[in-house]
């Protein structure tokens, strides 16, 4: 089979670290195209739109967008409408809605539309899934604490409506926690912490609770200094289990059970190749669902201005 022709729309930061490597090393794809409004890859026809890219370059099977999630949905229609599968960076949208009518919009014209939710695929979440799957759960405490100053440097975007704040890290742990658990877990309660000079929140505090009334804390929060937080702590009949950094490392009663190098994005395109070859989509809105539901449900709390 030949390769999927692929462009990419949005060429920043994340393409260059992870895209681009995992695209190099996957049989299945062949980089053909770029549309951003400022970065090109050295080799690869470049466009300033995704309009003119389409037009330019007819033989593109699928596009991954890779744009703030504000912008996604237009480049996502049109890509569709032109007969090409769409992969969606996470979040898949700005809204709950315009991912629906995406999903409705690719099953008409009978090509694929991926929501990739990358740490799902983190090396340790699957040992973690069948882990709780094989016992009892009492309670489980979400810690996600990151400090924005170093990873989203004078990204204005993310801290517009729509760019989710604190949730653009924190549905990366919402969507190992929707994978991992074995009953679906819905809001109780959620304080949403707003800089006074933002529209997204810095900070999160989200309970949820599942049908059988089991606990699950969330703590999200981009003001943490020093070591990072990404961890998923659980209490259960066979002892305290933790998945740490993202997602890499599961330990049970303090003792590492399993560990890997970081293969997220590689994975993903894994994916994307599979549904494609397969004429389906995958589009799992769970993590978005929980986000809008905080913002829909929480308490809304000020805090002092943030400056970056």
Not at 181 to 189: C, R, V, Y
Request: proline residues 5%; contains cysteine; glycine residues 6%.
């Amino acid at each position: 089979m030949s390769p999927i022709n692929l462009a990419i729309v949005g060429v920043g930061k994340i393409v260059r670290d992870q895209h681009l490597p995992s695209i190099a090393k996957n049989s299945d794809f062949k980089l053909v195209a770029t549309a951003s409004r400022h970065g090109t890859v050295e080799g690869i026809e470049s466009f300033t739109t995704i309009d003119a890219m389409l037009d330019a370059v007819p033989d593109i099977d699928a596009v991954s967008l890779c744009m703030p999630p504000q912008y996604r949905y237009e480049a996502a229609h049109k890509a569709l409408s032109a007969g090409k599968h769409v992969f969606l960076e996470k979040p898949p949208g700005a809204t709950l809605s315009e991912v629906a009518d995406l999903e409705s919009l690719a099953a008409s014209k009978g090509v694929s539309l991926f929501a990739s939710w990358h740490s799902r695929y983190a090396a340790a979440v699957e040992a973690t899934k069948s882990f709780l799957a094989s016992t009892t759960i009492n309670k489980v405490h979400v810690i996600w604490k990151e400090d924005v100053r170093h990873w989203h440097p004078n990204q204005d975007w993310i801290w517009q409506a729509g760019g989710l704040g604190v949730f653009d890290p924190g549905i990366n742990a919402l969507s190992i926690v929707t994978h991992i658990l074995p009953k679906a877990i819905f809001l109780t309660g959620a304080t949403l912490e707003f800089p006074e000079n933002r529209d997204a929140p810095i900070a999160a505090d989200l309970h949820f609770k599942n049908a059988d009334g089991v606990p699950v804390h969330g703590e999200f929060d981009w003001r943490q200094t020093g070591k990072q937080s990404w961890d998923i702590l659980s209490d259960t009949a066979a002892g305290h289990m933790e998945l740490a950094e993202g997602g890499s490392k599961l330990s049970i009663n303090g003792e590492l059970k399993f560990s890997a190098p970081e293969e997220e994005y590689p994975a993903l395109y894994r994916r994307f190749a599979e549904i494609v070859k397969a004429g389906k989509s995958d589009v799992d809105l769970a993590p978005l669902r929980h986000v809008a539901d905080a913002f829909m449900l929480g308490k809304r709390k000020f805090v002092e201005a943030f400056y970056d």
